[in-house]
């Protein structure tokens, strides 16, 4: 009986033992510190060390939410999607059998189930503190403590606020891509592809990123005091996020790399990289034309093998480039005949690259082409060498093959017929017919007058109806109601003082920007003339006008659409600049409101100045009438889907012939951007126009509203954004002073210099305080594109509006 009791309660022991283990392994345990008493500690232990603040904890996390494999890392610990801020090697893992330990001699010891292995820990494990009462702790800030030894001396793909960046080097998960010394990032340990000018010191919770010896960068929502890391991705770019609480999101407030495409080792060799835009990470690599997908390596292959090296041709790829490095040969030549024939004369010659801008760009790519890439910021064509038989066409074209719209017609005759003794059933035929005609047109002609009064306002506008063939469509009323769902205030894009705008869609599909005219004087016969005027007007640089509506008192232009919107959403950000009020965007065509724009590199910015320089002397020296603009600001600049630049909101001024001298009895245009003549009540001439546009060009350098924002601490009575512009770029020769601190640090003198300096210089000209100072638009253009020469322009006078 004693034996049995005895038994009874040996057995009850260890099933409550049992019971005890089951639950602490069932259930998660948080711990402050990890000491000797705690080790081992085991992925299916299922413990947590967390910071005194609760913001960050440290455990063993699986590689997926599935596997059965660990590294131990750090996290944010009151987010949802437990973002990853340091953490041991990823392709050293950790499995179930595996344990952190502190050893009796106070080593904090990583294993897989055993002692020997690759080292788990990043850079070099922790030394031996030779005291077993050292515990491992998480602080406040992220970073894990073991005696000496903490986690941000060795930091992995990320950067916490305060955590010291100073010659650290981050490694990307998957081990490809490296930010090196704290300003360069590279692949594959050497390949650079990004560098800093400044090395960066800190990340400032407030969106400030320290650099050694330069002004801090800033993110685009500086200024708030958020949660927020420094990420080296795994496709390579270096990226701030900081975290939306509202949203419970990470949101990208700043990037390296710009530009997706240009990272090293996104595609394999002979790919082409190509990104539409929409987001800032997403891209596709696709094989150029004439090549394959290999099947035995991740590369391009050709379709048809080159086999001798005399019989091929090129492909044109437009806005394609290669970046090879140290495989491509840069070339100075004086055509284009001379870069392809030395190409040909190379059989290891796979292509070369060429700038159409007299600039004697050619660049030769031998052997193997890697890290290609598709953007319209290149402003140049790449040449592929494929077999001469090979037939697939290019896919990658630009604005020289949308220029080409016309096709060929052939019209034949049908031969005389025989001659025929029925000439009088014939005559007769006709005769009847055309009897028949004429009464069928006098019956219309009488049932037409019957209903005037039911369409007098139609009758009204028929002279309107009567445009010649080749003039744009005139729409009824009813069609664009249909089109802008009855003028839905959903489908507005843009209100102001002269017009409503709305986007719209037609009903063979194609989006439109529907321009509803407000207080406009004369009757049918001025509006006539203004939309003929504006109809004749065909420039790559002007937005295309498809038709027009006047019925009932609504006079309506129809407009083409376009998609990017206007230039200063591109250029002027409010989260970036305090005080920014953007109200003079009015009759803005085509715009679309984007909650995130892609930032202008430096040769984008170049064309778009280009392009607005073409079309504004195209509407001065080139039409069959003498159009002024009168109102040329970012607003009325578009960009399409290549960023090409489309001037709109012209034509709508007042029309006089080239020989006449205009005189305007009122102010037209926009505070900021209006010329001296206007408010001194002088003669007005095309000059206004120029004035504007030199406004405009050093916006577009510098980033900045010319009547908004202060850059320096001169007294605001003394402001006059040309002058202080003169003084940095051309007086004291600080032009960093003036660029725009979105891609300032993408600036390099050896490939922009020249660039921005024909920008500065030309617009410096523009805004000279008298017309006859002032460059004509054809000169501008000219003057912009390097085809003469620009002398020192003298210093702009103050003029206040």
Same mark, same amino acid.
């Given at each position: 009986?004693?034996?049995?009791?005895?038994?009874?309660?040996?057995?009850?022991?260890?099933?409550?033992?049992?019971?005890?283990?089951?639950?602490?392994?069932?259930?998660?345990?948080?711990?402050?510190?990890?000491?000797?008493?705690?080790?081992?500690?085991?992925?299916?232990?299922?413990?947590?060390?967390?910071?005194?603040?609760?913001?960050?904890?440290?455990?063993?996390?699986?590689?997926?939410?599935?596997?059965?494999?660990?590294?131990?890392?750090?996290?944010?610990?009151?987010?949802?999607?437990?973002?990853?801020?340091?953490?041991?090697?990823?392709?050293?893992?950790?499995?179930?059998?595996?344990?952190?330990?502190?050893?009796?001699?106070?080593?904090?010891?990583?294993?897989?189930?055993?002692?020997?292995?690759?080292?788990?820990?990043?850079?070099?494990?922790?030394?031996?503190?030779?005291?077993?009462?050292?515990?491992?702790?998480?602080?406040?800030?992220?970073?894990?403590?073991?005696?000496?030894?903490?986690?941000?001396?060795?930091?992995?793909?990320?950067?916490?606020?305060?955590?010291?960046?100073?010659?650290?080097?981050?490694?990307?998960?998957?081990?490809?891509?490296?930010?090196?010394?704290?300003?360069?990032?590279?692949?594959?340990?050497?390949?650079?592809?990004?560098?800093?000018?400044?090395?960066?010191?800190?990340?400032?919770?407030?969106?400030?990123?320290?650099?050694?010896?330069?002004?801090?960068?800033?993110?685009?929502?500086?200024?708030?005091?958020?949660?927020?890391? =420094?990420?080296? @991705? /795994?496709?390579?770019? !270096?990226? *701030?996020? +900081? %975290? &939306?609480?509202?949203?419970?999101?990470?949101?990208?407030?700043?990037?390296?790399?710009?530009?997706?495409?240009?990272?090293?080792?996104?595609?394999?060799?002979?790919?082409?990289?190509?990104?539409?835009?929409?987001?800032?990470?997403?891209?596709?690599?696709?094989?150029?034309?004439?090549?394959?997908?290999?099947?035995?390596?991740?590369?391009?292959?050709?379709?048809?093998?080159?086999?001798?090296?005399?019989?091929?041709?090129?492909?044109?790829?437009?806005?394609?480039?290669? =970046?090879?490095? @140290? /495989?491509?040969?840069? !070339?100075? *030549?004086? +055509? %284009? &005949?001379?870069?392809?024939?030395?190409?040909?004369?190379?059989?290891?010659?796979?292509?070369?690259?060429?700038?159409?801008?007299?600039?004697?760009?050619?660049?030769?790519?031998?052997?193997?082409?890697?890290?290609?890439?598709?953007?319209?910021?290149?402003?140049?064509?790449?040449?592929?060498?494929?077999?001469?038989?090979?037939?697939?066409?290019?896919?990658?074209?630009?604005?020289?093959?949308?220029?080409?719209?016309?096709?060929?017609?052939?019209?034949?005759?049908?031969?005389?017929?025989?001659?025929?003794?029925?000439?009088?059933?014939?005559?007769?035929?006709?005769?009847?017919?055309?009897?028949?005609?004429?009464?069928?047109?006098?019956?219309?002609?009488?049932?037409?007058?019957?209903?005037?009064?039911?369409?007098?306002?139609?009758?009204?506008?028929?002279?309107?109806?009567?445009?010649?063939?080749?003039?744009?469509?005139?729409?009824?009323?009813?069609?664009?109601?249909?089109?802008?769902?009855?003028?839905?205030?959903?489908?507005?894009?843009?209100?102001?003082?002269?017009?409503?705008?709305?986007?719209?869609?037609?009903?063979?599909?194609?989006?439109?920007?529907?321009?509803?005219?407000?207080?406009?004087?004369?009757?049918?016969?001025?509006?006539?003339?203004?939309?003929?005027?504006?109809?004749?007007?065909?420039?790559?640089?002007?937005?295309?006008?498809?038709?027009?509506?006047?019925?009932?008192?609504?006079?309506?232009?129809?407009?083409?659409?376009?998609?990017?919107?206007?230039?200063?959403?591109?250029?002027?950000?409010?989260?970036?600049?305090?005080?920014?009020?953007?109200?003079?965007?009015?009759?803005?065509?085509?715009?679309?409101?984007?909650?995130?724009?892609?930032?202008?590199?430096?040769?984008?910015?170049?064309?778009?100045?280009?392009?607005?320089?073409?079309?504004?002397?195209?509407?001065?020296?080139?039409?069959?009438?003498?159009?002024?603009?009168?109102?040329?600001?970012?607003?009325?600049?578009?960009?399409?889907?290549?960023?090409?630049?489309?001037?709109?909101?012209?034509?709508?001024?007042?029309?006089?012939?080239?020989?006449?001298?205009?005189?305007?009895?009122?102010?037209?245009?926009?505070?900021?951007?209006?010329?001296?003549?206007?408010?001194?009540?002088?003669?007005?001439?095309?000059?206004?126009?120029?004035?504007?546009?030199?406004?405009?060009?050093?916006?577009?350098?510098?980033?900045?509203?010319?009547?908004?924002?202060?850059?320096?601490?001169?007294?605001?009575?003394?402001?006059?954004?040309?002058?202080?512009?003169?003084?940095?770029?051309?007086?004291?020769?600080?032009?960093?002073?003036?660029?725009?601190?979105?891609?300032?640090?993408?600036?390099?003198?050896?490939?922009?210099?020249?660039?921005?300096?024909?920008?500065?210089?030309?617009?410096?000209?523009?805004?000279?305080?008298?017309?006859?100072?002032?460059?004509?638009?054809?000169?501008?253009?000219?003057?912009?594109?390097?085809?003469?020469?620009?002398?020192?322009?003298?210093?702009?006078?103050?003029?206040?509006?």
């Amino acid at each position: 009986m004693s034996y049995s009791f005895s038994y009874s309660i040996l057995i009850f022991f260890i099933i409550h033992h049992l019971l005890q283990i089951s639950s602490f392994l069932s259930a998660a345990q948080t711990i402050s510190s990890f000491s000797i008493q705690n080790s081992p500690w085991k992925p299916t232990l299922n413990i947590t060390l967390v910071s005194p603040n609760s913001s960050f904890a440290a455990g063993f996390h699986p590689l997926t939410p599935s596997s059965k494999l660990y590294v131990f890392s750090v996290w944010y610990a009151n987010i949802s999607d437990h973002a990853l801020v340091w953490s041991t090697k990823w392709d050293v893992p950790v499995q179930q059998t595996g344990s952190l330990t502190i050893t009796s001699k106070g080593v904090l010891q990583l294993t897989n189930g055993s002692s020997s292995g690759p080292n788990p820990w990043p850079g070099a494990p922790p030394p031996p503190v030779g005291n077993n009462s050292t515990r491992l702790i998480l602080r406040d800030d992220g970073k894990l403590v073991f005696g000496p030894w903490d986690s941000f001396q060795h930091p992995t793909d990320t950067i916490l606020p305060t955590q010291s960046m100073n010659n650290t080097i981050l490694t990307s998960r998957n081990g490809k891509f490296q930010f090196t010394g704290s300003k360069n990032l590279v692949y594959n340990t050497s390949d650079s592809y990004w560098t800093s000018a400044n090395g960066f010191l800190s990340l400032g919770i407030d969106g400030r990123i320290a650099q050694a010896g330069a002004d801090p960068l800033l993110t685009s929502d500086f200024g708030q005091n958020l949660t927020r890391r =420094l990420v080296l @991705s /795994n496709d390579g770019n !270096l990226r *701030v996020f +900081s %975290f &939306d609480q509202k949203n419970e999101e990470w949101v990208t407030v700043w990037l390296a790399v710009v530009v997706i495409c240009q990272i090293h080792g996104l595609c394999g060799p002979g790919y082409i990289c190509y990104s539409d835009g929409s987001t800032l990470s997403n891209y596709e690599c696709v094989c150029p034309p004439g090549f394959r997908r290999s099947s035995t390596s991740n590369s391009c292959e050709n379709e048809i093998p080159i086999i001798d090296t005399a019989s091929n041709k090129f492909l044109r790829l437009d806005y394609v480039d290669y =970046l090879d490095g @140290s /495989n491509q040969t840069d !070339l100075q *030549v004086h +055509s %284009f &005949d001379h870069c392809q024939s030395n190409c040909l004369s190379n059989p290891k010659c796979l292509g070369f690259g060429f700038k159409f801008d007299g600039s004697g760009y050619c660049v030769h790519h031998l052997n193997r082409l890697l890290n290609g890439y598709w953007n319209p910021g290149t402003g140049s064509a790449f040449y592929l060498r494929v077999d001469k038989s090979e037939t697939e066409p290019t896919n990658f074209t630009g604005m020289s093959e949308v220029l080409v719209t016309t096709c060929p017609v052939r019209i034949s005759l049908p031969n005389p017929p025989e001659d025929s003794n029925e000439t009088a059933r014939n005559i007769i035929i006709i005769v009847i017919l055309f009897t028949a005609e004429i009464a069928s047109g006098v019956l219309l002609f009488r049932a037409f007058l019957k209903r005037y009064v039911k369409y007098r306002d139609m009758a009204q506008a028929l002279g309107l109806g009567l445009l010649p063939t080749a003039g744009p469509r005139r729409f009824t009323l009813s069609e664009i109601k249909a089109a802008t769902m009855n003028f839905s205030d959903d489908n507005v894009i843009g209100k102001g003082g002269f017009s409503d705008v709305y986007i719209g869609k037609l009903q063979d599909g194609r989006p439109v920007a529907v321009k509803c005219l407000k207080n406009v004087s004369g009757g049918d016969a001025e509006f006539w003339a203004e939309v003929t005027i504006i109809a004749r007007m065909h420039h790559l640089n002007l937005v295309r006008l498809w038709g027009f509506c006047n019925e009932k008192g609504r006079r309506v232009l129809v407009y083409e659409h376009v998609p990017n919107g206007s230039l200063d959403r591109y250029l002027f950000r409010p989260s970036r600049i305090p005080g920014s009020n953007d109200e003079e965007n009015n009759d803005d065509i085509g715009s679309v409101e984007l909650q995130q724009k892609p930032v202008l590199d430096w040769n984008i910015r170049y064309r778009i100045a280009i392009g607005v320089a073409r079309a504004i002397a195209y509407l001065h020296e080139e039409c069959l009438e003498w159009v002024l603009h009168c109102d040329i600001k970012p607003e009325n600049i578009l960009l399409g889907d290549d960023f090409c630049p489309k001037v709109a909101d012209f034509g709508l001024s007042k029309l006089r012939k080239k020989e006449q001298i205009v005189t305007m009895s009122r102010i037209r245009g926009t505070r900021g951007y209006l010329a001296p003549e206007w408010v001194n009540k002088e003669t007005i001439t095309s000059k206004v126009d120029v004035y504007s546009f030199g406004m405009v060009l050093l916006e577009i350098v510098s980033g900045v509203r010319n009547n908004s924002v202060q850059l320096t601490d001169m007294p605001s009575e003394e402001w006059y954004f040309p002058r202080w512009a003169f003084n940095m770029a051309i007086e004291e020769k600080r032009m960093d002073m003036i660029l725009d601190r979105q891609i300032k640090h993408a600036y390099d003198d050896r490939v922009h210099f020249k660039l921005v300096d024909r920008m500065v210089k030309t617009a410096m000209w523009c805004v000279q305080e008298k017309p006859e100072m002032r460059p004509s638009m054809g000169k501008v253009a000219k003057m912009l594109e390097g085809t003469i020469e620009i002398i020192e322009p003298p210093k702009p006078t103050i003029f206040w509006m």
